[in-house]
């Protein structure tokens, strides 16, 4: 149990500059920055997410054509060299609490979560969506190229050209407004309502 009295899994810490496989097939992926947040502005946000994606197949074993969402509450507070995330899901119920700073990343995911619901993989989504494009593209793989236009962000690969991720974000300021991430790849979306909140 943890201080609020919910069941949660063994957190896990792992190196701050860890490798997260956005497609197993390619093996195409995103290394996260050593040092988590490198501004000298904090951020203090709240974020409601809802994701929706495809399960492979039914219960039954047959190919599913149904889409699955969710939605939780996000709070991000980032700092120079450190970023945490708490989710909550729509029951007030804490789902992950992210620690992420230029030592380690630590994560703590509640024992009743999906197990599509990936930690690492929601940090991957959030860096690059919301962080800098020169950092991006310093965290994906080589065989990945990184767009960046007028409230657009493309991700794809440079061998044949085939667009792996398009985020749609606010121009003016990506944390306030709504953002959303096409993962065309994976068969995954999300939907995002950011607001920064007053520091």
């Known amino acids: ?35 988590p ?16 994606w495809q399960p492979a197949h039914t219960n039954t074993g047959a190919p599913n054509t149904d889409r699955t969402s969710a939605t939780f509450l996000a709070r991000i507070s980032a700092h120079k060299g450190t970023v ?13 609490a992210i ?6 990343l630590t994560i703590v995911k509640a024992d009743w979560v999906p197990d599509a619901l990936d930690p690492t993989r929601l940090l991957a989504d959030m860096v ?11 965290a ?3 065989d990945m190229v990184v767009e960046d ?5 493309t991700l794809r690969t440079k061998k044949d050209g085939f ?18 991430v096409r993962n065309q790849k994976l068969g995954y979306g999300l939907t995002i309502k950011s607001q920064r909140l007053e520091n």
């Open 1 to 35: 149990m943890d201080s609020s009295g919910l069941s949660v899994s063994n957190p896990f810490a792992t190196s701050p500059s860890q490798k997260i496989v956005l497609d197993p097939v390619s093996g195409n992926s995103i290394t996260l920055p050593r040092n």
């Open 163 to 180: 667009v792996f991720a398009v985020i749609e974000r606010p121009i003016r300021d990506p944390w306030q407004g709504l953002a959303t």
């Open 84 to 96: 945490k995330i708490v989710v909550i899901d729509d029951l007030g119920r804490r789902a992950l």
């Open 99 to 104: 620690d992420w700073t230029r030592d380690a």
């Open 128 to 138: 690059m969506t919301y962080w800098p494009a020169d950092v991006v593209r310093d």
């Open 140 to 142: 994906v793989s080589d």
């Open 37 to 52: 947040w490198n501004d000298d502005q904090t951020l203090e946000a709240t974020q409601q997410v809802t994701a929706e």
């Open 149 to 153: 236009t007028m409230g657009q962000r």
